[in-house]
């Protein structure tokens, strides 16, 4: 039985997909698997979240920038890189997964660009924006 922890897991993950190795991501996740995106609402199982991965137009890469974990509990924040008409684009993702041994059985994801700008009026006098 394999041993690693979500953060490990986690990091394989990021590296797989970076490398665009659709292939290799379902021996990451369990059978039970399933992933749901907090800012749409969409849920997913396995290997439906594989196959919107995989068909993402305009997918660049994914570069894991902050990994923390315990056990079979890790959180992870990446920055994804992808073109869209002909303009590269730039996101934030905050991952929050859970495992069981060296495999995904749950994936939370909030996305969000990075070219948005704060509300006008909602920040105090003094805090630098970007």
Partial sequence: MDTADA???LRRLATVID???WDAIAELLAEDFVCRLVHTGE???GPSWIRFNADYPGFQSMTLEDLVGDGER???RAHVVGVTDGREEH????QFAT???A????LVE???GLDQAAPAGTRAPGVIVG
């Fill in 91 to 94: 996101f934030a993702l905050a």
């Fill in 43 to 45: 849920e997913f199982d």
């Fill in 19 to 21: 490398a665009h190795r």
């Fill in 74 to 76: 890790a959180a992870a």
């Fill in 103 to 106: 495999r995904l059985v749950e």
């Fill in 7 to 9: 953060a490990q897991t």
């Fill in 110 to 112: 909030i996305w969000t």
């Fill in 99 to 101: 495992s069981r041994g």
